[in-house]
T-cell receptor
């Protein structure tokens, strides 16, 4: 079975540009999580969805960040406008209701904002 | 808020040695998980623990859910080069919480 799929794997953009990261969760998983990983702060949860509905976005750093999940097989994380401090690796993870805590991560998108 | 303290932060060992790392919390968790992250990849789930005192193995890996529910341990026996990476512990407060709290990671380096 395919795991969590993320695209692009690498993104380099200039400050002020809009960035869209994409995620396809594992089929049948009804929870989707977006994380950010940096050396300084480790893995931080940004937002998570249940059945396509955003449940907790308290980790979203500011209004420049937004996330959507239009259907069960697709989610986006958008940064507009991007800033150099947004440079990080962004992970998407998914899990199914019956599995306590067992989140499965995608390969990540390495974002560099210059 | 809930925090996990993972130690050691890094380990440098010889191939074939056993490895031990642990994670402690100021709060009780009802689920503990251990992940491994290779360079350029996402964390991969190694072991999940659901019950205080539980001891679970996955090949050469063994993890335990501490009896106080505030700690967990991961052991790797007879390390091999592919064990190199960063190991993360994660805890979940309860089934309704959904969120995972992650430790800072233990970076394992193996000298051949």
């Amino acid at each position: 079975d395919a795991g969590v799929i993320q695209s692009p794997r690498h993104e380099v953009t200039e400050m002020g540009q809009e960035v869209t990261l994409r995620c396809k969760p594992i089929s049948g998983h009804d929870y989707l999580f977006w994380y950010r990983q940096t050396m300084m702060r480790g893995l931080e949860l940004l937002i998570y969805f249940n059945n396509n509905v955003p449940i907790d976005d308290s980790g979203m750093p500011e209004d420049r960040f937004s996330a959507k999940m239009p259907n069960a097989s697709f989610s986006t994380l958008k940064i507009q406008p991007s800033e150099p401090r947004d440079s990080a690796v962004y992970f998407c993870a998914s899990r199914t209701t019956g599995a306590w805590g067992e989140q499965y991560f995608g390969p990540g998108t390495r974002l560099t904002v210059t | 808020g809930q925090q996990l303290n993972q130690s050691p932060q890094s380990m440098f060992i010889q191939e074939g040695e056993d490895v031990s790392m642990n994670c402690t919390s100021s709060s009780i968790f009802n689920t503990w998980l251990w992940y491994k992250q290779d360079p350029g990849e996402g964390p991969v789930l190694l072991i999940a623990l659901y019950k205080a005192g539980e001891l679970t193995s996955n090949g050469r890996l063994t993890a335990q859910f501490g009896t106080t529910r505030k700690d967990s341990f991961l052991n790797i026996s007879a390390s091999i080069p592919s064990d190199v990476g960063i190991y993360f512990c994660a805890g979940q407060w309860n089934q309704g919480a959904q969120k995972l709290v992650f430790g800072q990671g233990t970076r394992l380096t193996i000298n051949p």
